[in-house]
């Protein structure tokens, strides 16, 4: 439940993390059927964090796009059931800009448009220009693996569990970053997409040759694994900022948790770019980002129809 496009009333982050990790990732059919048992408790839960009734609201927000069908459909359905029987209208809502808008929610201080926003997640890795919510120039995305894919991918590979970027995150901290000296992809001038692919195989090389490392060497190679993701992520970002001539930086999505990626995010400010960084909880998939991005449009009289439907791919709305 989000107020005024700021403050985040009442939420509840139903986690699937148990189900698929078994797995070492998503099964989507295991992913839609969950998702029905748990959304409307989900919603109940968020109202009664928040001390609201149906009654008190003025939409129903929803996750149209891009991602698993059988979700999202389980989503839409859901949330066109709650609208209807309240005489609410429906808003849907595209899961990056949901990202890009978690920055719009206190306590962290909003940032103005324009600003370059970099989308770091489980599957997007982008660079957007965001003139206005709804209005974006793509500047660049990853041409393989999403970082969080690539983080993901090397903690399955060091037996370290589904999804892996928060541990490898957390050991990071106690190894050395310059242990090894993993590739930095497409770092040319001008080059404005990301490739992950080829870090993720020189690892798998060094686990076929030397076997899983344990204690203080996994900490060295989980440290100099993700400071290759955060290098290239921090660079890419920097030049595309001087490039569009951006002073506000935002970061999106699940990856922007890492704590490693937030403090170098913050160097920025030595560039002369000011780097706005969502709390953690915000970064990560939530639907308090969703309601921050159709307060948005909701305000601008935006409404979606009762055909309202769900997409698997859906690129964020260009600007010429
Ligand atoms: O945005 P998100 O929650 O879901 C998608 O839309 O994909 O992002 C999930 C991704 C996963 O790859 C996960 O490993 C990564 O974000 N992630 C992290 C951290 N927390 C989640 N990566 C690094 N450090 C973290 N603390
Ligand atoms: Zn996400």
Not at 151 to 178: C, E, F, Q, T
Not at 225 to 238: C, G, S
């Amino acid at each position: 439940m989000v107020r005024d496009g700021r403050v985040v009333e009442g939420q509840h982050v139903a986690s699937q993390n148990a189900i698929h990790a078994p797995y070492g990732g998503v099964v989507p059919e295991l992913a839609s059927r969950d998702h029905l048992v748990q959304v409307l408790p989900a919603v109940e839960r968020a109202l009664a964090a928040a001390g609201r009734a149906l009654a008190d609201l003025d939409a129903v927000a929803v996750t149209c796009a891009p991602g698993l069908l059988g979700s999202l459909l389980v989503g839409i359905q859901a949330a066109k059931g709650i609208a209807w029987a309240a005489g609410l209208p429906l808003l849907g809502v595209n899961h990056l800009e949901g990202h890009l808008c978690a920055s719009f929610l206190e306590p962290a201080a909003a940032p103005e448009l324009p600003f370059l926003g970099l989308i770091v997640s489980g599957g997007h890795t982008s660079l957007y220009e965001v003139r206005a919510v709804g209005a974006y120039r793509h500047l660049g995305s990853t041409r393989d693996d999403a970082a969080g894919e690539a983080l993901d991918k090397a903690a399955k590979l060091l037996g370290l569990g589904y999804p892996g970027g928060a541990v490898i995150d957390r050991l990071a901290r106690g190894g050395d970053a310059r242990a090894h000296a993993f590739p930095r992809a497409l770092l040319g001038a001008g080059e404005a997409d990301f490739s992950f692919s080829g870090l993720k195989t020189s690892l798998a090389d060094q686990v076929r040759r030397r076997g899983v490392p344990e204690g203080q060497a996994l900490a060295d190679v989980c440290a100099s694994y993700l400071e290759a993701v955060v290098d290239v992520l921090w660079e890419k970002t920097r030049r595309a900022a001087r490039a569009a001539g951006l002073a506000r930086v935002v970061l999106a999505g699940g990856v922007a948790a890492s704590q490693r990626l937030r403090a170098r995010m913050q160097e920025l400010a030595g560039e002369g770019l000011v780097p706005f960084l969502p709390p953690p909880a915000l970064c990560t998939d939530n639907a308090a980002m969703i309601g921050a991005a159709a307060a948005v449009r909701f305000a601008r009289g935006e409404r979606s129809g009762w055909d309202l439907d769900a997409r698997a791919v859906a690129p964020l709305p260009e600007v010429a």
